[in-house]
């Protein structure tokens, strides 16, 4: 089992690429949004039930395709709520039932990125899409990034097209 980890500022083309890489090698695709939605009918974003149970539901579902053999793609975008801690910590619960873990890094320049933000798409899964607050929380989105751990691959979506990512990713990772 492969967990590909990919991670990236907001708007870098995550989902876009995660789906495409899906279509393209069979994997499942495991978007932080699903569970991040879920968790945020019920609970505030970043509250303590909010926090503890998005992060548990990220582990068990990773756990649980661990163990049948189901290799995925997991989308994450790093940022203050979510435990420094918790990329090695996927990676340990996945190599804990027999599986390996690959990071992919995305990055897009700032001009992309304040282009991107209010895209209609990132309306599907309620994305921050705010040029205002996004350039409120740019450091500690750009301090969560840093603590990230290194990346078996690093893609620049500035001038990247989706399809062609997924095609590295999968080329790379041999998927």
């Not at 548990?56 to 979510?82: I, K, Y």
């Not at 918790?86 to 340990?92: E, H, I, L, T, V």
């Not at 603590?147 to 990247?160: G, K, N, Q, V, Y």
């Amino acid at each position: 089992m492969k967990l590909v980890f990919i991670h990236g500022p907001v708007a870098s083309g995550k989902l876009t690429i995660a789906r495409e890489l899906g279509r393209l090698s069979g994997l499942a695709v495991f978007h932080n949004h699903l569970v991040v939605d879920a968790v945020a009918a019920v609970f505030p974003f970043g509250s303590e039930p909010f926090i503890r149970l998005r992060e548990q539901m990220w582990l068990a579902m990773m756990r649980e395709a661990a163990v049948a053999g189901r290799s995925l793609v997991f989308t994450f975008a790093p940022e203050p709520s979510v435990a420094p801690d918790f990329p090695q910590r996927a990676a340990q619960t996945v190599a804990g039932a027999g599986g390996s873990t690959a990071f992919v890094r995305l990055t897009l320049s700032r001009d992309a990125q304040e282009k991107r933000i209010d895209a209609a798409s990132r309306a599907e899964f309620g994305k921050l899409r705010s040029l205002a607050l996004l350039k409120e929380l740019r450091t500690q989105f750009e301090q969560a990034e840093r603590a990230m751990p290194p990346a078996e691959l690093t893609i620049d979506t500035t001038a990247t097209p989706p399809d062609e990512a997924a095609r590295q990713i999968a080329r790379v990772l041999a998927l």
